[in-house]
């Protein structure tokens, strides 16, 4: 089973810059295609970007398509969202979670077992 921790939420400016982190513990997440979901207040929790299992296949939500890049680096077990030209509508609680089914990237939250506690993004205006 695996473990993930979330990582590097903060309060930003609209426009502004992110790095979001989700270290691995437990197993290797090359075993696992891996997704970042964002829920905001009030909301359901929705899908945001996912990569392959080699991370050579990558799916993102239309609403941050051009301004989120999802990346993994196998050496240090670890899981990326960079957000870039970020809005106030980006503002949620943001989830890693892991999918030990298949090798291509999934939007749908059922497919995916293991998630992470969450790390809070806040964007102002």
């Known amino acids: 089973q695996v473990q993930l921790v979330e990582s590097g939420g903060a309060l930003v400016q609209a426009g502004g810059s992110l790095r979001l982190s989700c270290a691995a513990s437990g197993r290797t997440l090359g075993n696992y295609v891996m997704a970042w979901f964002r829920q905001a207040p009030g909301k359901a929790r929705d899908f945001v970007a996912a990569?392959?299992?080699?991370?050579?296949?990558?799916s993102y939500a239309d609403s941050v398509k051009g301004r989120f890049t999802i990346s993994r680096d196998s050496a240090k077990n670890t899981l990326y969202l960079q957000m870039n030209s970020m809005k106030p509508e980006d503002t949620a609680v943001y989830y890693c979670a892991a999918s030990p089914r298949g090798f291509l990237p999934s939007t749908s939250g059922i497919d995916y077992n293991y998630w992470g506690q969450g790390t809070q993004v806040t964007v102002s205006s």
């Open positions: 990569i392959s299992r080699s991370g050579g296949s990558t």
